[in-house]
């Protein structure tokens, strides 16, 4: 109830005097009903930024000599969070004193995880991917976040044609573009090309993503068959498949994108159409392993643990049981964003995307960062 200021001498103590009888009115007047705490906004933005969420293996089906496909369902049977093609989930969860995860690109559309199923394909490669294959029965649950990246088609910043090149798992991302483009969630044309060393370790059926607006190229290195180009993913190849309306998307090993980003260049196409997605940042070589102790602060929690060299904050943290905030594994998303109290440490060049402000006042991402000294740091708290 607003207070009006009076131009009449004296007529403002009057009308203050009179606010409290008429503010009982009101309260009196006022229906009981409690105050609404969530709107149909909030319930959008929760529906589309859960979090974290817990979903569980529904089923594993084998399809290369090194891959599974892994289909997850709400641990609630609800709805996942609406994503982009080319967008990945983290998935976490604790194996025996250690906590183990990883991001792992979507294969499926984002209609088929409307309708409630997501699909991502792992790779026997690493201790985490090996834990879901061989040892996370169906029925295991995780921790799953929601999806996130920017490796998606973007109209604005992409062209109408993307060439994708892949190898081994990195396949992932172009499988679920490909399903929406058929779907009719994306518009955009893609021509996939995957180099794999046999047909034995090719991961999806070529045949069976064929349709307008998608081809599919598969280059097998270690075998000559009909219908598969034989040798590498070399500029002769490559430049078949691009034109002035063309982006390059790569996805897969780092050499990979040394080797191709090479063959791009001696044919002149702009680096500046190349789009790479990061692979998590691993163990680093180091003339000799030390371990440091390395305090960590979670709001009022303290723990204590041990730290080599060699490997990230977030694989120490990992290894010795904290439930440390982890989404991209390689430094760009800032999610793991954390403060160094006291301490050196080391990030490659390549791997540090921090902000300006954020070197300034000691900020890191832990996820890409790999003790120098014996550390104090503050990391932020899961929101589970
Ligand atoms: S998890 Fe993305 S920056 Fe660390």
Redesign the pocket.
């Known amino acids: 109830m607003a207070f009006k200021r009076s131009n009449v001498p004296g007529e403002d103590i009057r009308l203050a005097m009179e606010m409290t009888a008429k503010r009982r009115q009101l309260i009196d007047e006022t229906p009981a009903t409690p105050l609404v705490y969530e709107y149909g906004v909030n319930r959008l933005a929760k529906a589309l930024h859960p979090g974290f969420v817990k979903a569980v293996i529904a089923d594993k089906t084998p399809c290369s000599s090194d891959c599974v496909k892994i289909t997850l369902k709400l641990s609630d049977g609800g709805e996942f969070p609406y994503f982009r093609a080319g967008q990945f989930v983290t998935l976490s969860c604790k194996a025996g004193d250690s906590y183990l995860s990883r991001p792992y690109s979507i294969i499926s559309s984002p209609k088929e995880a409307l309708a409630g199923k997501l699909e991502i394909m792992v790779q026997r490669k690493g201790i985490f991917s090996s834990f879901i294959i061989d040892e996370a029965p169906s029925g295991t649950e995780l921790w799953m976040g929601e999806p996130s990246g920017d490796f998606y088609h973007d109209s604005i910043r992409d062209r109408s044609h993307i060439l994708a090149i892949a190898g081994g798992s990195g396949v992932t991302p172009f499988l679920s573009m490909m399903k929406a483009i058929r779907e009719g969630s994306e518009d955009f044309r893609l021509t996939l090309v995957y180099g794999a060393r046999t047909r034995a370790h090719i991961p999806f059926d070529p045949e069976a993503f064929k349709c307008e607006g998608v081809e599919t190229v598969v280059v097998l290195s270690e075998e000559e068959a009909e219908g598969y180009k034989h040798g590498f993913i070399t500029a002769d190849l490559l430049k078949k498949y691009v034109d002035d309306d063309t982006s390059v998307f790569m996805c897969g090993p780092d050499a990979m994108y040394r080797f191709v980003g090479k063959e791009l260049e001696s044919i002149g196409f702009d680096p500046a159409r190349i789009r790479q997605e990061r692979n998590s940042v691993g163990d680093r070589e180091v003339d000799e392993i030390k371990a440091f102790r390395l305090t960590v602060h979670i709001r009022d929690t303290v723990y204590e643990l041990d730290a080599n060299n060699n490997e990230t904050l977030i694989t120490a943290l990992e290894r010795a049981g904290i439930p440390a905030v982890?989404?991209?594994?390689?430094?760009?998303?800032?999610?793991?964003h954390s403060r160094v109290v006291d301490g050196n440490y080391y990030i490659a060049k390549k791997d540090d995307f921090r902000r300006l402000a954020d070197r300034k006042f000691n900020y890191i991402?832990?996820?890409?960062t790999y003790p120098e000294s014996d550390m104090i740091i503050d990391i932020p708290i899961m929101n589970p």
């Open positions: 982890v989404r991209c594994r390689n430094g760009s998303c800032g999610f793991c991402h832990p996820c890409s």
